[in-house]
Every structure is written in structure tokens, then in C-alpha cells.
């Protein structure tokens, strides 16, 4: 089967592989020089695969409205006349409640720890390097209240096989030594030891050049996407500035600008741009090996050889990628509070991207109303964690074979 897949960030690739290892003729269509070059450039590096809170639930609820106005909060709506964005706030606004968190819980507990074990796979086959940590994740705790329900959402998450430890300030810091002389007053972390960390830039080029070198995978870079068109209930081609191209079937992977290529077709997605921030600064003797995820002001912290990458915030600006100073600040002062040994100041490199974010946290996995297009998009902060058993399904369900695991809550029918 010839299959043409719409986009080159971890999504795109990590599709290609898995099709191209089937047996597929696979084609991408990238409009950036090479794979990656997105929202894969320079994420936070965690492969969190027992990461299964939401956005969406009733502690972050309580807050949004006090860090509406902040420009340092770790959540920022900025309010616009922008229908889509209201729609979208409405569906997570509904999402929040006790229910409907452990529901998606449950459902992103189910994808995350398929994906751990379809990246095994991606190892052993592709044989990649990405500078992968497989020591687990810390998420340490300033606030008592914070904590509290971390716990409970631990005790929560074992019951569907993933494991947790409560670890107090003594055992976070036999963990990560490092914190020993943390600046901030850190009571206590969850320690996930199944969870990883990498490189995703590095992951996708090089997996892309797995793809072409073993499964003969054709990219087709520097082509921007002009329309889908389709005929009857039917895709019948993806017309681009470099040609015209055409398929046996077509898989959606853009990310953010999904819903711009979905709308013309009738199919509307409730996708919307989460714009996340990261900084690189050059790794030194006080530079923690363990991944870390500070919770209280959504940041995460990944070791990636000679480098630390630190990630966070959330803000919702529409389509504009630009890198606000105000954003950045805030990232970097949390870095000096909790690494004040390393001294950090001005970070090598600065970032921003756009997460193609769902209202419920879940990504959009599986069949359309068109027999031949397929959806692998709407992944949100975990795209680079749910990439290889998001594309294991999408596979599965082209070839009309039973999927490993179940599609509840992932596919296009819940909206």
C-alpha cells in the first residue's frame, strides 16, 4: 500500500517507521528542510509514560482564573475573539471535573504504557542514539496541598499498572543528590521509575535517516501543503507547491495546523495551539542526571548528555510562535531556585513551540469520515512520549488488524 503521511515532526516519522517496517511505500510530506524542526526541536526530553494526568482536572480548574492575568503563571489564557479558542475552553472547562480527570486518566495511563513498550521495539529495530536516560522521573512538591494529590493520583494510576514510589525530602534526595542543595523548600516527590528521557530532535533525524536507509521512505522537505481534495467519501490527493501527490491512504500528523487542512473537508476537531517554552543550558557538576519535573511551576528538567533542557508553561496565543521575554524569564528564575549550585544565567538557547492540544489531554488516533484518511495528531505536551504506540495503532487499524489496546477515548467519534 502506498500511504502519504502528512508531516515530519515525531508523529510523522515514528508513523513512517512502523509502516515502512510492514512493508509500506511510505511518503512524507514536510514543509520545513528537514524532520523535527517544530515541535519536536526542543522539547523537555521526558518520555513520561506514567504521566497521566490531564491538563484538564479540578486542581488546575481552581487556578486558571488566577493566572489568567500572570505572565509568569504556568497557565496562560490570553482572551481573544477567537471562536475556536472559546470552544476549546468550553470542552476543557467540562473535562475538569473528578470524573471526567479520572477517566482520561485512565485512558492516557493505557496509551502511555503501550508506548513504553512499542519504543522498545523502535530501539531494538531502528537502533537509534538519542541520549535515552532510562532512570525514571522525579516530581518533587512545595506545596503540601500539591502533594496530597499527587498521592492520590499515584494510588490511583497502580491500579492500572503503574507503579509509584511516595518518596520523602530524604529518599528525593538519594534519588537525585543534587537536590541536597536545592533553593526551594522541596517536602516530598513521586518517584515514576518507568518513566525515561531523550532527545527528541535527535530521535526524529535520525530515525527519518532509519526510514529512508532501510525501508526506502521518501521526504519530500521544503514542500508546503496548499489543500486535501477529495472526492465522495474519498481523499483523492494532497495538492502542495512542489506537485501534486497521491496515495492508496493519507495520514493527518500536523500537529497544531491539523484542524487548518480538516476544516475544509467538514471535519472539525476541537485541536488548538498550546505554545511551550524551553531553554538549554550547558550540563556542569551541579547539573541533575535524574529527569525532574517541578510541579508547582510546571517545568521539567531533562539531562541530555552535555546539556540540561528545561521546558514548561502553557500559553494559549493562538497561532503565534514567537518567544516572549516574559515567558522566558520566569523559566530561568525557577532554575536558579531550585539549581542555585549551578549558577545559571543567560540559557544558550531559547525556544517556543505550539502542542497540538485536546481538551481532554488525549490525542485524535484512527479513522475519519473519508475511507482513506487516518488521524495521528492532537498529542499535546506527550507527543514525544506517545509517539511509537501511536503510531503501532494507526498501523494496526490501516491494515484492519485488531488493535493491541483499546481506542476508548482516543479516537475522532468522542467529539
Not at 389 to 396: E, I, P
Amino acid at each position: 500500500m502506498k500511504i502519504v503521511i502528512l508531516g515530519a515532526g515525531v508523529i510523522g516519522v515514528s508513523t513512517a517507521y512502523f509502516l515502512g517496517a510492514r512493508g509500506h511505500q511510505v511518503e512524507v510530506i514536510e514543509r520545513n528542510g528537514a524532520s523535527g524542526m517544530e515541535t519536536s526541536f526542543a522539547n523537555g526530553g521526558q518520555l513520561s509514560f506514567c504521566h497521566a494526568e490531564p491538563w484538564a482536572n479540578p486542581g488546575v480548574f481552581s487556578k486558571v482564573f488566577k493566572w489568567m492575568f500572570r505572565d509568569d503563571a504556568p497557565l496562560v489564557l490570553r482572551p481573544r475573539a477567537d471562536m475556536d479558542m472559546i470552544k476549546w475552553g468550553l470542552k476543557f472547562i467540562a473535562n475538569c471535573s473528578q470524573s471526567r480527570t479520572d477517566a482520561n486518566s485512565v485512558n492516557l495511563l493505557r496509551l502511555g504504557l503501550y508506548s513504553k513498550k512499542t519504543m522498545e521495539w523502535f530501539r531494538t529495530f531502528s537502533g537509534v542514539k538519542f541520549d535515552n536516560l532510562r532512570e525514571g522521573i522525579l516530581h518533587i512538591y512545595t506545596q503540601p496541598r500539591d502533594f496530597e494529590g499527587a498521592m492520590k493520583q499515584a494510588k490511583f494510576q497502580e491500579k492500572f499498572g503503574c507503579p509509584s514510589e511516595v518518596a520523602d525530602i530524604k529518599r528525593c534526595v538519594q534519588l537525585e543528590p543534587i537536590l541536597e542543595h536545592a533553593g526551594q523548600n522541596i517536602i516530598g516527590g513521586i518517584f515514576q521509575s518507568l518513566d525515561e528521557s531523550g532527545d527528541v530532535f535527535t530521535f526524529t533525524q535520525e530515525l527519518a535517516k532509519s526510514c529512508i536507509r532501510e525501508h526506502k521512505t521518501v521526504f519530500h522537505y521544503d514542500t508546503d501543503i496548499k489543500r486535501i481534495d477529495y472526492e465522495q467519501d474519498k481523499i483523492s490527493s494532497v495538492i502542495t507547491d512542489k506537485g501534486v501527490f497521491v496515495g492508496d491512504a493519507y495520514i493527518m500528523c500536523l500537529g497544531s495546523y491539523s484542524p487548518v487542512y480538516l476544516k475544509p473537508l467538514g471535519i472539525n476537531v476541537p485541536i488548538y495551539p498550546m505554545k511551550g517554552y524551553s531553554i538549554t543550558f550547558p550540563a556542569n557538576h551541579y547539573t541533575p542526571k535524574l529527569s525532574l519535573t517541578d510541579t508547582e511551576n510546571k517545568i521539567v528538567y531533562s539531562r541530555l548528555g552535555e546539556r540540561l533542557r528545561i521546558a514548561g508553561t502553557a500559553e494559549f496565543a493562538g497561532y503565534n510562535t514567537s518567544i516572549r521575554p516574559e515567558r522566558i524569564t520566569p523559566i530561568v528564575r525557577a532554575v536558579q531556585s531550585l539549581l542555585p549550585k549551578c549558577e545559571y544565567q543567560e540559557p544558550e538557547s531559547e525556544w517556543a513551540c505550539l502542542r497540538s492540544s485536546t481538551p481532554d489531554g488525549l490525542p485524535v488516533i484512527g479513522k475519519t469520515p473519508y475511507v482513506n484518511l487516518y488521524m495521528n495528531t492532537g498529542h499535546g505536551t506527550l507527543g514525544w512520549t506517545q509517539a511509537a504506540g501511536s503510531a503501532a495503532l494507526v498501523g494496526d487499524i490501516i491494515e484492519d488488524r485488531p488493535t493491541e489496546i483499546g481506542l476508548e477515548g482516543l479516537t475522532l467519534d468522542r467529539y
